[in-house]
């Protein structure tokens, strides 16, 4: 069984390109901690977050809590995380073996791997999507992202572009 935890904002970037639906397919379940609930959800008014809380309605993405002894060590260990970021490493951490954490920040990416947990970002799962024939064009999706203040370095979108046999620029 395959678990993956995501942060807000790669939830977020994949529901507006929508592919909450194809992330469902590739892990058996999708689980937020309740603080990522909280940041994404605590505004309906947003389009993505009315679709993130219909994914949780319909049960293609649970809500759970986290461990508080875990999220209390993983916040002593790395203070400078917010709530969600700490809230996903401690809910992974609990079952390191069969989750994955979906998060692009670097800080909690790098803490993700000082735990030695597995590991993915968005961009990795827009490679993944195009590889499965979910999209089209992968460079085009991150762009689509880039136009709406997601981040990603051009050293990321040539790896994406490698990966899937596009071009960029």
């Known amino acids: 069984m395959s678990l993956i935890v995501p942060d ?26 309740h603080a990522v609930w909280q940041e994404v959800c605590g505004n309906l008014t947003l389009p993505q977050a009315q679709n993130i809380q219909t994914a949780v309605d319909s049960g293609l993405i649970t809500v ?27 809910l992974a951490s609990a079952d390191p073996n069969q989750t994955i954490v979906l998060i692009d920040d670097l800080a909690g990416r790098k803490a993700a791997k000082q735990l030695q947990l597995r590991l993915t970002g968005t961009a990795g799962i827009i490679i993944q999507a195009k590889q499965d024939g979910h999209i089209k064009q992968a460079v085009e999706t991150l762009s689509q992202l880039r136009s709406l203040g997601y981040r990603f370095s051009d050293t990321v979108m040539l790896t994406v572009a490698t ?7």
């Open 163 to 169: 990966a899937c046999g596009e071009t960029y620029p």
């Open 8 to 33: 807000a904002d790669p939830l977020i970037a994949l529901s507006h390109v929508q592919l909450l639906d194809y992330l469902g397919t590739l892990f058996d379940r999708i689980v937020i901690p």
């Open 64 to 90: 759970n809590q986290t461990l508080l002894a875990l999220q209390q060590s993983i916040q002593t260990a790395f203070p400078n995380l917010d709530p969600g970021e700490t809230e996903v490493l401690a």
